[in-house]
């Protein structure tokens, strides 16, 4: 089904120089990519050899292909980053490279550095770490990127290489892409989603290299968004933290409420919230159902630490009410693949047997990525490899799902609930080196998963791990509508039979 554009849509389509894409939340960024490409081939008459989709993981990969070939562009190169630069080594060396598992960067990185924690965060002894790779003859990843990025012989002049997500490029992805510096670039994405700075991800510098490498950049904005109500939107402008300067967000729907709740202390904050949802749902059971509720996959409970709903989802489940850990599910997926991966790279037998006897809650997955790496061994081990716990988050099953922000990141859900906004836990300065402006993205992209309600909550005194929480709510919530909740009175006391 095809949709009418809107005018910001149009430009992006109509614009053939190097072009940055600024889409905010819900706004019809990959509708608009995909409608760029085909307007691409059938318009500007361009090859579909010489256009390049490339995006950072398997998981976007995979959903990208897949509406492509929805509407016959399947002929349309579309591939990760790390794995592009698989393909570049293997046509430059003529052979696969030796690349190391998960498992084994952790040996060599203790065998390197014994239990000095997070190693590679100091430059020297990433520069270590990649020496032994190399003298070895191994790569991981990055080295990958930077190895292929210094590869000469390659003219892609005339190429259009169009990128998703630009804002989460770390300092090796920008490398690499120096590869292409012949080809015309078109950027999807939110810079104020920018969250990764855990993965080396920095906005300023990213923006300083697209500066450097495509000074002439035409800055485009997506801005009305089909997915969050007026309300929601109204709230996000204030935490938008983006080097870049953005025009408000306008919506089509004009309903939309954002509630904090201030509790005496987590005792009340559970009991609240667990009415909450019971009120969101319709009522557990069909006597007690007043109207018709949603469906409980359709509530995100998010959390900046999941130490701190740990209790609600225990209250949810005493009360009845349905729950879904996506996170471990996704951790128990993934460790099931590092299996298959060991089993792959040791077993005589072939992948197509090895993938008829996987378990079942892989199956799917390792099917689809054999048949993306037209069963190429080395390429689909490739793709394993540089799989992650993300790409397997999952929120269709039914029951009330609880996450981390970060886990949420491209997702939606009717009404999302934000659990622990203290001062101390946002922005999270209980840890040090917390970058602020990364913590208001948070937020940013807390709110902006809400189609229909956001909350948030916070409570007098909370206890987090070691930590003891009495500063009150974060100041990143001033001035947003607040509900406090007064102490409850205490039960009075029955009578003793004595003073009868």
Not at 130 to 156: A, C, M, R, T, W
Not at 389 to 400: A, K, L, V
């Amino acid at each position: 089904m095809e949709f009418k554009l809107t005018k910001e849509q149009q430009e992006v389509l109509a614009t053939l120089q190097d072009a940055i894409v600024i889409a905010g939340p819900g706004t019809g960024k990959t509708y608009t990519l995909v409608a760029k490409l085909k307007q691409l081939i059938e318009k500007n008459e361009v090859s579909p050899k010489k256009i390049l989709v490339l995006t950072y993981s398997v998981k976007t990969l995979k959903e990208l292909r897949q509406r492509l070939i929805q509407v016959g562009l399947e002929k349309i190169k579309v591939d990760t980053f790390h794995g592009y630069a698989y393909d570049v080594w293997c046509q430059h060396h003529q052979k696969p490279p030796k690349l190391i598992t998960e498992k084994e960067k952790k040996e060599i990185l203790k065998k390197l550095f014994g239990k000095t924690p997070k190693p590679l965060t100091k430059p020297a002894n990433k520069l270590t770490f990649f020496e032994y790779l190399k003298k070895n003859q191994l790569l991981d990843f990055e080295l990958l990127l930077y190895e292929v990025s210094s590869i000469h012989n390659l003219n892609f002049s005339g190429y259009h290489i169009i990128i998703d997500e630009f804002q989460d490029l770390s300092e090796d992805i920008l490398e690499f892409l120096t590869l292409f510096k012949h080809a015309t670039f078109t950027l999807f994405g939110d810079p104020n989603q920018s969250i990764y700075g855990f993965r080396g991800v920095n906005l300023k510098k990213i923006k300083d290299f697209w500066h450097n490498f495509r000074p002439n950049f035409k800055v485009l904005t997506l801005s009305q968004s089909f997915r969050c109500p007026e309300e929601i939107l109204k709230i996000a402008e204030h935490f938008k933290c983006s080097p870049w300067e953005q025009i408000p967000y306008t919506s089509l729907k004009k309903e939309g409420k954002v509630q904090g709740l201030f509790f005496e202390n987590p005792f009340q904050e559970r009991e609240i919230l667990t009415d909450l949802v019971k009120d969101l749902l319709g009522g557990l059971q069909l006597e007690q159902q007043t109207h018709e509720g949603i469906s409980p996959k359709e509530i995100f409970v998010l959390a900046r630490l999941k130490e701190v709903f740990q209790p609600l989802k225990e209250a949810f489940l005493k009360a009845g009410i349905p729950i879904h850990l996506v996170e471990d599910e996704a951790k128990a997926t993934y460790e099931t693949l590092q299996e298959f991966i060991y089993e792959a790279q040791s077993s005589a037998f072939s992948i197509t047997d090895l993938i008829k006897k996987a378990p079942s809650k892989v199956k799917t997955y390792l099917e689809n990525l054999w048949e993306l790496s037209n069963q190429d061994k080395e390429k689909f081990l490739g793709y394993l490899i540089s799989a992650q716990p993300s790409d397997f988050i999952n929120t269709d099953r039914e029951g009330i799902n609880f996450l981390s922000i970060h886990a949420s990141k491209g997702l939606e859900a009717e009404v999302v609930i934000l659990v622990g906004a203290e001062q101390g836990l946002i922005p999270l300065t209980i840890f040090k080196d917390t970058d602020e402006d990364e913590e208001k993205r948070l937020v940013y992209v807390a709110l902006t998963r809400a189609k229909r309600e956001f909350y948030f909550s916070g409570v007098k005194e909370r206890k987090v791990y070691n930590f003891c929480l009495t500063q009150g709510l974060s100041p990143f919530f001033k001035g947003i509508p607040l509900k406090t909740f007064k102490p409850k009175p205490p039960k009075p006391k029955q009578p003793s039979l004595f003073n009868l």
